[in-house]
């Protein structure tokens, strides 16, 4: 296929995966159609059994469903009206502040930093395609950063009737209560009530909460008659959630093709259907990952990415694989190195550390941009002339060839996703790949790999810390 994901784990048969793979694909063919199984089941219409709750598998056809919607309805499905509120935002506003936490804003951030430019908020207006600045905030509790941001925000009397001065909220949360969000979302509602001010109608076109049908965050919308809410579908977690309206509308309003983003998750959908291990990067990748853990030790899974775009990516990784397979005091811890900026700091630990590290290098073949070369000088002092001939992604890449052969001849196992270029058709296939291969492992090793009892745990201890 054009422009497709593949994976590359010719540096793990040192460690004789192959027959450990071969032994594991009945397991792995049993796994793909309980997973294909859950889908049924939702579409169905029966209760889930109690045994198998939560099941969010929604997610896994989402993305086909959304594109069919919007060639049935038009402007009035969910991608019509994700592109009128986007549309709005950007004639209206200069910048545009996403409040949410875990799921609900790390997939957003993901695409905001692969995707947009590197310097998008530094540039002119009409650089950005009359976009708006794009901001994270309701994600930490810091009390410093939330007063920075509304300072930036309202400091200096920017006039509201001036788009340089205008500013809109985007609010996520599917059910209203989680504390972070909320009390970030009270702090921005009332400043931008008090900048508009409360009774205009900018007060109110300009907040657009994402949410579910019910819940604190709903009734909150219904009361203050915001004209734009966006549902957060039932069965679907937030983890999973960034191919729906929480990951779309930032992505919209940012600049990015959504369509193309979900034609790519699409496509991978049915590779993970159809096709046959050796061309299904669902079924490769989950395969080398639970042979290095469960017959090699490697319980620990480093997602090196070459090049820093991807950062963020593997931030929102780190939470679907921890929050999906850290259960039953079972599932591989994840961290995310950024290289060649880690090879300077963890990379040595990764080199002569613990055995106990899958490495997982996220490639991209082809530079978004023009590469530059080195330019020659007549100040040779720093001996780069010679070099002369090479450019930036030249030099990455013989960075990460030497680290591996570094690991390989230390017997450190690295695998490759290996990523033809950075654009919404290849995220939208990288997300839905991964959040298909976490599902997968899970009913591999049956962990329900949906629900997060653990988090659920703080979020009610802190409440009654807080309301005693």
Not at 119 to 129: A, I, K, M, P, T
Not at 156 to 183: F, H, M, Y
Not at 250 to 263: E, F, I, N, S, T
Not at 367 to 389: G, H
Request: aromatic content about 6%; some cysteine.
């Amino acid at each position: 296929m054009v422009d497709s994901i593949h994976i590359d784990c010719s540096a793990c048969e040192a460690f004789e995966t192959a027959p450990h793979i071969t032994e594991l694909e009945p397991q792995l063919q049993r796994a793909r159609d309980i997973v294909c199984q859950n889908v049924e089941q939702m579409t169905s219409g029966l209760a889930i059994p109690i045994e198998q709750r939560p099941l969010d598998a929604g997610f896994i056809d989402l993305p086909s469903q959304l594109l069919q919607e919007l060639s049935d309805c038009g402007d009035e499905s969910l991608l019509g009206r994700i592109d009128e509120a986007s549309a709005m935002l950007a004639e209206q506003i200069d910048r545009l502040v996403i409040l949410g936490i875990g799921g609900s804003y790390m997939g957003a951030r993901a695409l905001f930093e692969a995707l947009c430019h590197p310097c998008h908020n530094e540039q002119s207006r009409e650089d950005r395609g009359q976009r708006p600045r794009i901001l994270f905030s309701g994600h930490n509790v810091d009390n410093d950063v939330l007063r920075g941001t509304l300072e930036l925000l309202c400091s200096g009397n920017p006039d509201p009737d001036q788009i340089d001065g205008r500013w809109a909220v985007i609010v996520i949360s599917k059910s209203g209560g989680t504390l972070e969000t909320a009390v970030s979302f009270r702090l921005f509602r009332q400043a931008l009530e008090d900048f508009y001010p409360s009774d205009s109608p900018r007060s109110r076109d300009l907040v657009i909460p994402i949410t579910g049908t019910t819940g604190k965050l709903r009734a909150l919308a219904l009361a203050s008659e915001y004209p734009r809410v966006f549902d957060i579908p039932e069965g679907i977690g937030g983890r999973f959630s960034v191919l729906t309206s929480v990951g779309l509308l930032p992505a919209a309003a940012m600049g990015l093709d959504v369509q193309r983003l979900l034609a790519g998750a699409a496509d991978m959908t049915r590779r993970f259907r159809d096709q046959p291990p050796g061309d299904n990067p669902v079924l490769d990748y989950t395969a080398v990952c639970h042979v290095m853990e469960s017959q090699f030790g490697k319980t620990t899974r480093v997602l090196s990415t070459w090049g820093s775009r991807l950062e963020a990516l593997g931030l929102w990784y780190d939470q679907l694989l921890s929050e999906s397979l850290g259960k039953q005091q079972r599932g591989a811890t994840p961290i995310t190195a950024v290289n060649t900026r880690d090879l300077h700091s963890r990379g040595q630990q990764h080199q002569q550390g613990t055995r106990d590290k899958l490495i997982t290098n996220l490639i991209v073949e082809r530079p978004t941009t023009p590469p530059l070369q080195v330019p020659t000088s007549e100040r040779d002092q720093d001996l780069l002339n010679r070099l002369s001939d090479k450019t930036v992604p030249d030099i990455l890449d013989a960075a990460l060839r030497g680290t591996n052969q570094a690991y390989a001849g230390d017997e450190r196992p690295t695998v490759d996703i290996v990523l033809p270029q950075l654009d919404e058709y290849v995220l939208g296939q990288l997300l839905q790949m991964l959040m298909l291969c976490t599902v997968l492992e899970g009913r591999l090793i049956e962990i329900n790999p949906y629900g997060q009892p653990g988090v659920e745990d703080y979020k009610n201890n802190m409440e009654k810390i807080l309301f005693r």
